[in-house]
């Protein structure tokens, strides 16, 4: 992204979705039992959180500055139509095949038990993820944690846009207090304020919302591109992100930044060599199906534990991973692009302000 103008005009912002093909990855090999940092749950979940809460708010902050408002209909008929028909459809295929499989099992019984909070999206506050054993659809809950936070930040943008940030690192502040103290046992793991910060971990999110306030203004622009927008700034993001997963020492607000400037470095490298890495086709392809891959991976992972001699986690994420794709790419050509084009119908599209000079529209970015 060689400009301002440039930036605030695209529709479509380079990179990302080779970030989500990066992240996905990671994803299944966490599941898969891959060891290391790659096999670190909190890389690719962190990096989903962070890239959705950068296009999120950018879409929303283009909006309100186009219209002089946010449409809270659209966004959450947008979100609906993104979210629920592919999840219903798999976790009504969940219910099918724990039926049918897992019949008169322990881990049966607890998805039965769990179901009610997989449909209202509140897993994340009501499934036990760390109290051991076996749960079935137990991803459910990073998909409850994103419809929280959104249910709330549009309200937040439309009526309170200055003091956005400041909230936004309010509770950046309070997860990172809350989550330190629970862990030194100095609040109850139960406590109401405990499970609100824990529970929720909103901070990946708020870190790419504040990434999208800075590059929003022309001043964070040029900031970030003098920092990150060089040759040299994919490949630093990229060690800043993996150092910091690799090591539990580090501070996860840390890591979180570690993976804002990532991002930060991937929508504004100008580098040829770095946009065709970034840009090629199947990292692309992969990134634009990465949710129904997120959807789908457990029963690919299962599948490749079932076929795989001995269960060896490479060789089950080597199985699993392409599983996984094609599954994905399936549900994305006949069905998921049927409700994508009826959201196309609530896309906000005005002409830009004058701060923004253009000779198109203002876009609205694919979320």
């Given at each position: ?57 950018t ?16 966004f ?58 076996r ?83 022309p ?17 630093l ?11 539990r ?5 840390l ?32 990134g ?70 253009a ?9």
């Amino acid at each position: 992204m060689t400009d301002y103008a440039e930036y605030r005009t695209s529709r479509h912002l380079g990179g990302l979705d080779g970030l989500r093909a990066g992240a996905i990855a990671a994803v299944i090999a966490h599941h898969a039992g891959v060891g290391g940092v790659v096999g670190r749950g909190v890389l690719g979940v962190s990096t989903f959180f962070a890239i959705s809460g950068f296009l999120v708010t950018t879409i929303l902050l283009r909006e309100q500055e186009a219209t002089g408002t946010i449409s809270r209909r659209n966004f959450h008929v947008r979100r609906m139509l993104r979210i629920w028909p592919l999840y219903y459809a798999v976790l009504a295929l969940y219910v099918a095949l724990v039926a049918a499989m897992e019949r008169g099992t322990a881990a049966g019984a607890r998805f039965f038990e769990n179901l009610p909070y997989f449909l209202t999206f509140t897993a994340n506050w009501s499934v036990d993820r760390a109290g051991g054993g076996r749960i079935i659809f137990v991803f459910a809950w990073s998909l409850a944690t994103q419809e929280q936070f959104y249910l709330l930040w549009p309200t937040v943008l439309r009526f309170a846009r200055r003091a956005a940030p400041a909230l936004l690192v309010l509770v950046l502040a309070l997860e990172q207090a809350v989550h330190h103290a629970a862990m030194a046992g100095a609040i109850a793991g139960d406590a109401l304020v405990a499970r609100l910060f824990t529970r929720s971990v909103w901070s990946p999110i708020c870190v790419g919302a504040l990434l999208a306030f800075v590059l929003h203004a022309p001043r964070g622009f040029r900031a970030v591109r003098r920092v990150a927008g060089g040759p040299w700034g994919v490949p630093l993001g990229v060690a800043l992100v993996i150092g910091g997963a690799a090591s539990r020492a580090v501070p996860m607000a840390l890591f979180y930044a570690a993976v804002a400037y990532l991002i930060a470095a991937s929508v504004l490298a100008t580098s040829a060599p770095i946009r065709r890495v970034l840009d090629a086709r199947p990292l692309v392809h992969v990134g634009v199906v990465s949710y129904g891959i997120y959807l789908l991976h457990m029963l690919a992972v299962n599948a490749a534990r079932r076929l795989v001699p001995g269960d060896a986690p490479l060789a089950v994420f080597a199985v699993a991973f392409p599983l996984s794709v094609v599954a994905a790419t399936v549900s994305y050509a006949v069905f998921e692009r049927r409700f994508l084009a009826l959201k196309e119908r609530f896309v906000v599209r005005a002409e830009p302000t004058a701060a923004v000079p253009a000779a198109v529209p203002s876009p609205a970015v694919r979320e």
